[in-house]
C-alpha cells in the first residue's frame, strides 16, 4: 500500500516538473524570438555628437544660378515664332526652323505650343541651337569674390544642364570625378567643370596642413562680418522672351553638396533684379560607426563607399541615385531620356509631347519606391558618411547700381511695367549662419554583446542557465562522455588480455601437472 502510493507522488512529481521544464523553455524561446526580431530589425541609434564641427573642416556647398530668362530675345526672338504659328505664317516657315522652335520650346515651361513637329525625339543638334539662344557668362555676372579675394567668374562657373536649362554652377568636383564620361553621349556636355579635387576625398575630408588656397572644393570662412563668396549680377530686362521666362526676372539659387551633380529642384531661393539678398547656410553631418559595416544597407539605412556602384556616376550620393533611377524608368516607360538627365544616345531626348509621359514617369518612380516589396527599387539610401546643406535667402534691400536712372528711388515694382530697358544689377552674399554646427552619428543600439546579454538574462530567469551551466553540458557531452568510453574500452582491453594470459598458462602447465601428480589406480 504504502509502496504504490510513494511510486504514485513520485511520478506526479515528474510530470510537474516536466510540466515546469516545458512552460520555461516555451516562454524563454519567445523572449528571445522577441529580442531577435529587435536585434535584426533595429539595430542602429542616431545621435548627437559630442563635439560640434568647425565650418573649416567642411567644403562650401556648390552654388548653382539659374537664370530665369531661357532664352535670349537678342539671339533668337521665340515669342516672335509663336505669333507667326497662331497667324497662319508658321506653315511657310522652313522645316530646319520648326525643328529648332522645337526644341527651343523644352527650355519654355510655359508655352507647349511646338507646332507639329513636337511629337518628334531631338538629338544633339538641339542641344547645341539650346546653347546657343541660353544666357552666357557675361550675360549673367558682373563681378565675384571669393574670402575677400577676386575671381573671375567665367572660371569659378561652369555651365551645367539642370531641368530649368542652361544653368552656372561653382564650386564643383570636375565631371570626370562626378561621371563616367566615356559611358555618356560624346555629342554635348552635361557638366562643364574641369577643375578636380585637391587635398580632399569624400570619405576623409581635408588633409591637414594645407593651407585654404591649396584645397578644392573651396573653404567657407567663419566670419559675421566678411562673405564667404559675393557675387553681383546683370541683366538685361530688355532681352526677355514674354513667352520664355521663368515666374518672374532675376534668378534661381540652389545649393548641393560639390559632389553631387547639380541639379534645380522645387527647393529653390529667388533673387530679383535690384536686388539686395544673403544667402545664409547652415549644414548637418551624418557620420557612421564602422562597427555598421557588417550589417545590411537596409537595416542601417546607407551606403559606405564602395557598396553601391551606379552606372553614370562615379561618386555614390542619394540625389546621384536617384537622377539616374529616373533617367533609366523614364527611358524604360518614355523610349527617351529629358535633355537634363544622363543618357547614352544623344538621339533619344525627349521633345515637347513627351513632357506627361515624363512627369508619369516621376509618379511611377515615387510609386516604386514607396513599396518596399517591389523588387525593382532604386534603393536610393543615403551616403553613410554625409553632409547635407541647407540655405535661406535673406532680403536685405534693393540694390542701386543700375544704368536706367528712372529706377533710382524708386518702387521697383511700380516702375518695372512701364520701363523694360536697360542694365539691371543684384547682389548676394553668401555666409554661414554659425562657425560651428552639431553632427550626428550613426552606431550599434543593438549588438552581439546585447543581445547575448538579453537571451542570458532569460535563460538564467526561467532554467537558471549560465556560462558554466553551457561548460557542464558541453563537458558531460564532450570529455566527459570520451574519457568513460574511454575508460570502458581500456577496462575491456585489459579483461581480454588477462583471459588471454590465463588460457595459456593453464595450457602449458597442463603436461608438468599431469608428470608431478601421483598415479593413483583404483584396482
Known amino acids: 500500500m504504502c509502496s504504490s502510493l510513494y511510486t504514485s507522488i513520485w511520478f506526479d512529481f515528474r510530470i510537474f516538473w516536466l510540466l515546469t521544464i516545458i512552460v520555461s523553455l516555451m516562454m524563454c524561446g519567445y523572449l528571445i524570438e522577441d529580442v531577435w526580431t529587435k536585434w535584426q530589425t533595429s539595430p542602429v541609434i542616431v545621435t548627437v555628437s ?85 544666357l552666357d557668362y557675361r550675360d ?41 564620361v566615356e559611358k555618356l553621349q560624346q555629342d554635348f556636355s552635361y557638366l562643364s567643370s574641369t577643375r578636380p579635387s585637391q587635398n580632399w576625398s569624400i570619405e576623409r575630408g581635408y588633409l591637414s596642413g594645407f593651407d585654404s588656397k591649396e584645397v578644392y572644393p573651396i573653404r567657407g570662412l567663419a566670419s559675421d562680418t566678411r562673405a564667404t563668396v559675393t557675387i553681383k549680377f546683370k541683366q538685361r530686362l530688355d532681352d526677355h522672351d514674354g513667352l520664355c521666362h521663368g515666374p518672374s526676372p532675376g534668378f534661381q539659387v540652389h545649393v548641393q553638396h560639390p559632389a553631387e551633380w547639380p541639379q534645380t529642384s522645387l527647393y529653390t531661393q529667388t533673387l530679383n533684379v535690384n536686388e539686395q539678398a544673403v544667402l545664409a547656410l547652415s549644414f548637418s553631418i551624418m557620420n557612421t560607426s564602422e562597427a555598421l559595416r557588417s550589417y545590411r544597407p537596409e537595416l542601417r539605412q546607407c551606403y559606405f563607399p564602395g557598396e553601391r556602384q551606379l552606372k553614370y556616376f562615379k561618386i555614390y550620393t542619394a540625389k546621384n541615385c536617384r537622377a539616374e533611377c529616373l533617367a533609366n524608368i523614364t527611358l524604360e516607360c518614355c523610349k527617351c531620356v529629358p535633355f537634363y538627365l544622363p543618357h547614352n544616345d544623344s538621339d533619344q531626348i525627349c521633345g515637347v509631347a513627351y513632357k506627361l509621359c515624363t512627369e508619369s514617369a516621376e509618379e511611377k518612380m515615387a510609386q516604386r519606391e514607396a513599396n518596399v516589396d517591389a523588387p525593382d527599387r532604386c534603393k536610393c539610401l543615403e551616403s553613410c558618411n554625409s553632409i547635407t546643406y541647407d540655405s535661406q535667402l535673406l532680403r536685405t534691400g534693393r540694390y542701386q547700381d543700375t544704368w536706367n536712372p528712372s529706377l533710382q528711388g524708386n518702387n521697383f515694382y511700380e516702375t518695372l511695367p512701364q520701363n523694360l530697358s536697360g542694365v539691371h544689377y543684384s547682389e548676394l552674399k553668401v555666409f554661414y549662419k554659425s562657425p560651428q554646427f552639431i553632427s550626428m552619428r550613426r552606431s550599434e543600439l543593438f549588438g552581439v554583446t546585447d543581445f547575448l546579454a538579453n537571451c542570458g ?67
Open 50 to 134: 559630442e563635439q560640434l564641427v568647425p565650418v573649416i573642416q567642411v567644403p562650401l556647398p556648390s552654388i548653382t544660378i539659374c537664370p530665369q530668362a531661357k532664352c535670349k530675345l537678342s539671339v533668337y526672338n521665340y515669342s516672335s515664332v509663336v505669333d507667326d504659328y497662331e497667324s497662319g505664317r508658321y506653315s511657310k516657315t522652313p522645316l530646319e526652323e520648326r525643328y529648332k522652335w522645337s526644341g527651343i520650346t523644352l527650355l519654355c515651361p510655359k508655352n507647349m505650343r511646338a507646332g507639329p513637329r513636337t511629337s518628334r525625339r531631338q538629338n544633339s543638334t538641339t542641344m547645341k541651337q539650346i546653347n546657343e539662344v541660353a
Open 140 to 180: 549673367v555676372f558682373k563681378l565675384c569674390n571669393i574670402n575677400d579675394d577676386y575671381a573671375d567668374c567665367e572660371k569659378l562657373f561652369s555651365k551645367v544642364l539642370t531641368a530649368s536649362g542652361v544653368c552656372f554652377t561653382m564650386n564643383v568636383l570636375a565631371a570626370e570625378e562626378i561621371l563616367h
Open 457 to 523: 538574462g532569460l535563460l538564467g530567469l526561467f532554467l537558471g542557465f549560465s556560462f558554466l551551466s553551457l561548460v557542464e553540458i558541453i563537458y558531460f557531452f564532450t570529455l566527459r562522455l570520451c574519457c568513460a568510453l574511454r575508460k570502458d574500452l581500456k577496462q575491456q582491453r585489459t579483461n581480454t588480455l588477462e583471459k588471454n594470459e590465463g588460457h595459456e598458462l593453464t595450457e602449458e602447465c597442463l603436461p608438468s601437472v599431469c608428470e608431478k601428480t601421483p598415479n593413483y589406480r583404483i584396482d
